[in-house]
């Protein structure tokens, strides 16, 4: 599937390439540094779980996942990278994490936010040969609560692709989009016209996500998840990136009000994101996450405050 939409991405990023906002000078901008843990098959229904994840019923009374694992995602990545119990199969040499330095700023237009990061001495995994890495976030206004409580984890179940009980082709989903989930995930997707509803209302998460190979210019497609993952027409994000040093810089934009499919961002809201990180042409699950983290705009108390554009 890849490859196929491989040329038709590249012509979006050319596009996306051409369009993008005014040169920031982030040296101007505070950033902050995110590590990123390798989660193995550690899904939503297992974090749940008393008896597989001792932190769950402290999360069901409110602790979210960053109040016990903020600071320790290295070890616990490091952790979880080779651990046959979590992890079936193990790419040999894996990092167990990788840390990104992260800048948001605005220009009263759009949204620009930089995402900084060593993958590091990445093994090859072979699993995506076009694609060396790719950088995606996700993210929301508050309007899902299990992403306000645990991050991309309200996306990651037991029944994905490549997970424990996963089938292919069943990609990220929020629990608000099922009836009935259990510890074995799924539950039966809710009708048509009960998910429209959900979405109108904002109940879903955005996500974008930009595909890297040195040298070349960074191909991006953004899209929503709630029943599942589903990829717009035409992406409102842009992804400029430059590898550098061993180093990867990417740059992304969007505009602060886009259209339906889109989170409308601006002051007086927290939003929460979290990032993803696939490196050694890896995809779907063996990836690096972030925990979850949030962001204001011009004031208030994110992680991250997006200001105005120096
Ligand atoms: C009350 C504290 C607490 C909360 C809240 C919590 N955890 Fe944990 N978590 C733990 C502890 C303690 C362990 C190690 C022992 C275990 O596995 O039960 C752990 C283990 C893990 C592990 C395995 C790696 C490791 O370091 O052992 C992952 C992954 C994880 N938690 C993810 C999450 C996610 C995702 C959330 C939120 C949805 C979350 N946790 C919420 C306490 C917590």
Known sequence: MTSARFPFLVALALTGFANSAHAIDWSK????????LYPA??????????????????FREGKNCRGCHEGNEDSS???????????????????GFVKANVKFAHDDQNLFMRVEFAPGKQPDAKMDPKIESRVAVMLDDGKVM??????????????????????????????????????????????????????AEGGYAE??????NPGMPATVIDGIVLDKRKENAAP???????????????????????????????????????????????NKRFHYV??????TVDTGNGDFIAKKAP
């Not at 098959?41 to 402290?58: C, D, N, P």
């Not at 990545?77 to 990092?95: H, N, Q, S, W, Y």
């Not at 629990?175 to 016209?193: F, Q, Y």
């Not at 339906?260 to 927290?270: M, V």
């Open 41 to 58: 098959q550690m899904s939503w229904e297992l974090v749940l779980t008393q008896a597989e994840h001792s932190g769950a019923s402290k």
């Open 236 to 282: 409102a994000v842009t992804a400029n990136a430059t590898f550098d040093n061993g180093k990867w810089t990417v740059e992304f934009s969007r505009k602060l009000s886009a259209d339906a499919n889109h989170k409308d961002i601006g002051p007086g809201k927290l939003y929460t994101f979290g990032i993803a990180i696939h490196a050694g042409h890896t």
């Open 290 to 295: 972030s925990l979850e983290k949030t962001f």
């Open 77 to 95: 990545g490091d952790l979880m990278v080779g651990d046959k119990t979590i992890e079936p199969t193990p790419i040999a040499g894996k990092p």
């Open 146 to 199: 299990e992403f306000s409580r645990g991050g991309c984890w309200a996306a990651c179940h037991i029944d994905n692709e490549k997970m424990p009980k996963g089938t292919d082709g069943v990609s990220m989903y929020l629990p608000k989009s099922r009836n009935g989930m259990t510890r074995e995930g799924g539950g039966v997707v809710k009708p048509a016209d009960e998910l429209a509803k959900i979405q």
């Open 207 to 212: 996500y974008w996500e930009a595909s890297l």
């Open 29 to 36: 901008v505070q950033g902050k540094d995110i590590t990123l």
